[in-house]
């Protein structure tokens, strides 16, 4: 509601912007050797090749909107490390995210109730302006919701495990209602991945994935649509009767791209250069433009290598630091990874950095998990790392 509608959207949804950022950098200030690396040197140079690349951007004020909502982004990746004291609070973060999904539960039966009517159209978005943004968000609270029964940092009442256990396939029915596709398959992967390294019992779920399929012929046609691509030799032979399904149009465009990308290779054309670029080098588009749906090719387009090595960095990084530190959460780092290598996926097929809310809770929930590893590896420290290793080392106390 604060600003996910576009480039107009500059009322109440920037003042929350201006604020977000000031909280994160009013802590940073009040304490800035607490987390030097993290806050600064992750997000770091991705922020100062964007920022930068609103001096040659085409449009210098929608340029400098999306820096400062990138800007917002890294303001909810910091604040954890300077708000987070104890495993405790790793828990009410995570419980504070999954409780915001309920007013956009509540109101997608109002969405459904209304969509009846046309079934074969209908895509579930509830309180989102748009439903691909609505099922990355779903993705993440499920994912949080694998994590609070898997985790072993967290500790939650029973009754409350039980309502995120029972609440699991209601926010499944309603990603399946996205008709979302590249959430689908993000989401059924970290399933996968939970049911084979977790818990067995949650294969017998995807039993009953072919039968909603089958209830639901919209939901089929919207899946088959990917593999019933159409073959053309030119652009020219496409019509009414002839159309790209979405995935072979999207490849098309990245296409053509390609060769833009190579013409600035080093710095690209500018933040926020994609969108009135395309219709001079893709003609399926009218003069307003698209964006790349895919945030690697776009990146690379608008900040060149740099951006690209940039963004690699700043996904690469934190994924790295879970990994290192699987043996402190085996499982709930495993779902973490999980949540992060589904934001991967997505990225592939979707401008994923222009969805404000769902980033903030996305980055929010990453800096939490990378706070609490610091604290605890800060907490063991290299004595008690030390002294861990020399009890391996001896053995078993009966046989030192």
């Not at 800035?32 to 920022?51: K, S, T």
């Not at 029964?149 to 309502?163: F, W």
């Not at 009953?208 to 209830?215: E, Q, S, T």
């Amino acid at each position: 509601m604060a600003g996910d509608a576009g480039a107009s959207a500059m009322g109440v949804g920037a003042l929350v912007n201006v604020l977000v950022i000031a909280i994160a950098l009013v802590l940073f200030l009040q304490a800035p050797l607490r987390a030097p690396w993290p806050v600064i040197a992750i997000w770091g140079p991705f922020l100062l090749i964007a920022f930068g690349a609103t001096l040659y951007a085409p449009d210098f004020r929608a340029a400098s909107r999306l820096a400062f909502i990138l800007l917002t982004y890294w303001a909810f990746f910091a604040i954890p490390f300077f708000i987070l004291r104890s495993s405790l609070d790793l828990s009410r973060f995570f419980l504070v995210v999954i409780g915001s999904s309920v007013p956009p539960t509540l109101y997608a039966f109002v969405d459904i109730a209304r969509g009846l009517s046309d079934l074969d159209e209908f895509r579930l978005q509830s309180t989102f302006s748009h439903p691909n943004i609505y099922a990355f968000y779903l993705v993440l609270v499920l994912g949080l919701a694998l994590y609070v029964r898997a985790s072993h940092a967290i500790r939650v009442p029973p009754r409350i495990q039980i309502l995120v256990t029972l609440y699991i396939p209601v926010l499944t029915t309603f990603l399946l209602l996205t008709k979302t596709r590249s959430a689908w398959v993000a989401c059924g992967l970290m399933f996968l991945v939970y049911a084979f390294k977790i818990d067995r019992r949650f294969l017998a779920a995807f039993l009953l994935v072919p039968v909603l399929f089958i209830a639901s012929p919209s939901l089929m046609e919207r899946l088959t649509d990917v593999t019933a691509a159409t073959e053309v030799d030119s652009f020219d032979q496409l019509s009414e009767s002839t159309r790209l399904n979405s995935y072979v149009w999207r490849q098309a465009l990245w296409e053509a791209a390609i060769p833009q990308i190579l013409e600035q290779p080093l710095l690209g054309h500018g933040l926020e250069s994609f969108r009135p670029s395309t219709s001079s080098f893709f003609p399926l588009i009218g003069p307003e433009g698209i964006d790349a749906h895919n945030l690697y090719l776009q990146t690379s387009f608008e900040m060149g290598l740099l951006g690209a090595v940039a963004l690699a960095w700043l996904l690469g990084w934190p994924a790295y630091r879970f990994a290192r530190a699987l043996r402190r959460d085996p499982p709930g780092l495993l779902i973490i990874l999980c949540i992060l290598m589904t934001y991967l996926l997505e990225s592939y097929s979707d401008n994923m950095h222009f969805y404000l809310s769902f980033n903030w809770y996305f980055w929010f929930v990453m800096g939490t998990v990378y706070a609490w590893i610091c604290r605890e590896e800060a907490l063991a420290g290299p004595g008690a790392t030390r002294r861990n290793e020399l009890s391996r080392m001896a053995g078993p106390p009966g046989l030192r």
